[in-house]
């Protein structure tokens, strides 16, 4: 059974960097697309970006400039570090899979990690 | 981008009703749709892909239809555990899309 567990800071300061981590467990990181998906409290989800197994990417032109995903297949892992971050960047960030066979939909999804932004 | 909109935004409904959710799009995006079910403090749960295809582990009461830009998320007998608020996701368009959710009560 797959699993996505989600680490890193629960508070980030503004203009700082928010960077998180997803393990894979239960199966390999190879061959699938691995998205970030984050929701502000009581509102909807936002689709951040993916990063295939290879190392490429695809990111939400509204987060582009500020988006960085890093994959390391050794330790069935992948990242996201999203610079400069504002009040606005405070939600819920989930890392889910995709598969190209599945059009790229999210089948798996690790539990969320609440990051918060404030001074 | 492409929009979403989903429509009704709140449900109340009762056990065994039928339901049916609408999710329209600004374009046309063929059949690259997902449904997911969210519960209160829980990560959403695929439950429908490519506009109709049911996820493995999935009720058949769940069932999707749709193409273009109109697509519809139905329940034909809501039970209990069905409560919650549902998105529809469009995937044939960077960048990929949600709508803004519908939730669904109890009456």
């Known amino acids: 059974q797959v699993q996505l567990q989600e680490s890193g800071p629960g508070l980030v300061k503004p203009s700082e960097t928010l960077s998180l981590t997803c393990t894979v467990s239960?199966?390999?990181?190879?061959?699938?697309?691995w998205s970030w998906i984050r929701q502000p409290p009581g509102k909807g989800l936002e689709w951040i970006g993916y990063?295939?197994?290879?190392?490429?990417?695809n990111y939400n032109p509204s987060l582009k400039s500020r988006v960085t995903m890093s994959v390391d297949t050794s330790k069935n892992q992948f990242s996201l570090k999203l610079r400069s971050v504002i009040a606005a960047d405070t939600a819920v960030y989930y890392c889910?899979?995709?598969?190209?066979?599945?059009?790229?939909?999210?089948?798996?999804w690790g539990q969320g990690t609440l990051v918060t932004v404030s001074s | 981008d492409i929009q979403l909109t989903q429509s009704p935004s709140f449900l109340s409904a009762s056990v065994g009703d039928r339901v049916t959710i609408t999710c329209r799009a600004s374009q046309g995006i063929s059949s690259y749709s997902a449904w997911y079910q969210q519960k209160p403090g829980k990560a959403p749960k695929l439950l429908i892909f490519?506009?109709?295809t049911l996820q493995i582990g999935v009720p058949s009461r769940f069932s999707g239809s749709g193409s273009g830009t109109e697509f519809s998320l139905t329940i034909s007998s809501l039970q209990p555990e069905d409560f919650a608020t549902y998105y529809c996701q469009q995937l044939g368009s960077y960048p990929f899309t949600f709508g803004g959710g519908t939730k669904v009560e109890i009456k």
């Open positions: 990063i295939y197994y290879s190392g490429s990417t």
């Open positions: 889910t899979r995709g598969e190209f066979e599945q059009m790229l939909v999210s089948d798996y």
């Open positions: 490519a506009s109709s």
């Open positions: 239960g199966g390999s990181i190879r061959s699938y697309y």
